[in-house]
């Protein structure tokens, strides 16, 4: 089922904004304030990979937002294990696995990866992995996790694509039934970019209800079916795209979930050199606080993974990824 392809209208691109030093220390003191005995967030820097020189990658991004919210909320932020490769045969075949493991992907597939084939590039993606089933097993038992990497929504079973090596957010869906008796379960996945692998990976299981809002013309080009697929025209501003969201977490709402996992990517950032559509810091905000006003209505655990953004301004995007978890700390910590 899809969601209007063009009947939002577009609207005029602002530029991208960046928040002022003194947005962000007021940020910074209201989350400090904040106990957030129930919250905690886990990294993956303890595996990293080294790209070639003017990757379109940017790595960096993770360390940086791990630093920042160490700094400020030093008791929250701890290192993720790497995922089992029996975790990551829920979700993926055993020739996908052994080919990651072993290097011996084939080059078209490396291509359609993105990124170069490294046993650094396995270690990090396994550790990936981890902090998102770390923060599953955190949220199920105190409320709310955070993983500060994640979202890697393009991988299939046989396959990666779009930088994603293994998908951690069907692993973590499949490893919430298997392990914790999870028998219904929300992806909100608001990432610019649609959500295809998650949702032909969890596509035919009628616990799991996929939501994808994601850009009407931009990649994946050819596109899998979400449980609820919403399309947004290049240009997308604040109020369009939160009218969209409303309706659409409504239907998560009625699918009664036990867990969601919320890919919260900030690619719909406007100046994101991948992401077409024009939100604000402020839009971006009032997106994620709807999704944990969700997650308190219903009285469910939560689980944030970083996903995409590539602004030309790397800066704008490490604060918008910030923000996503300071707003996870301060309003359900």
């Known amino acids: 089922m899809s969601g209007p392809r063009g009947g939002l209208g577009a609207a005029r691109r602002p530029d991208a904004r960046r928040q002022t030093p003194d947005a962000q220390a007021r940020a910074a003191r209201a989350v400090n304030r904040c106990h957030a005995a129930r919250v905690r967030l886990f990294s993956s820097e303890g595996d990293v990979v080294e790209l070639p020189p003017g990757h379109r990658f940017p790595m960096a991004k993770y360390e940086r937002v791990r630093a920042e919210l160490s700094r400020e909320l030093p008791a929250l932020v701890h290192e993720a294990p790497r ?15 052994g080919a990651v493991r072993d290097g011996t992907l084939p080059a078209a597939e490396v291509r359609r990866l993105g990124l170069p084939w490294s046993e650094a590039l396995v270690a990090r993606s396994r550790r990936s992995t981890g ?3 770390a923060a599953l097993a955190w949220a199920l038992e105190h409320g709310a996790a955070g993983h500060l990497a994640g979202g890697t929504h393009h991988a299939f079973r046989d396959r ?3 930088f994603c090596v293994f998908n951690d957010l069907a692993t ?12 219904r379960l929300a992806v909100v996945d608001l990432d610019v970019h649609q959500g295809n692998g998650t949702a032909a990976l969890l596509r035919g299981d009628p616990g799991v209800f996929t939501l994808s809002l994601h850009g009407a ?7 899998e079916v979400s449980s609820l697929d919403v399309e947004l025209p290049d240009g997308c501003e604040d109020a369009d795209y939160l009218r969209a969201l ?6 998560v709402a009625a699918h009664r979930p036990e ?3 919320y890919q919260a990517g900030v690619d719909a950032l406007a100046g994101d050199r991948l992401g077409r559509l024009a939100l604000t810091h402020e839009g971006l905000r009032r997106r994620d606080a709807r999704v944990f006003e969700l997650t308190a209505r219903l009285g469910v ?15 704008a995007t490490i604060a918008a990824h910030n923000n996503v978890y300071r707003g996870l700390v301060e309003r359900l910590g």
């Not at 973590?172 to 028998?183: E, F, I, N, S, T």
């Not at 013309?217 to 596109?223: A, D, E, I, S, W």
């Not at 409303?246 to 239907?251: F, H, K, Q, R």
């Not at 993974?305 to 301004?313: F, N």
């Open 83 to 97: 995922a089992s490769w029996d975790d990551l045969s829920l979700a993926h075949d055993a020739a996908y696995l």
């Open 131 to 133: 902090g998102t089933l």
């Open 160 to 162: 990666g694509e779009g």
């Open 172 to 183: 973590a869906a499949l490893v919430a039934r298997r392990d914790h008796g999870v028998r």
């Open 217 to 223: 013309k931009n990649y994946p080009f050819q596109k």
């Open 246 to 251: 409303d309706g659409a977490l409504e239907a």
């Open 259 to 261: 867990l969601i996992l």
């Open 301 to 315: 655990p939560l689980v944030v993974t970083l996903g995409g953004g590539y602004g030309r301004d790397i800066e």
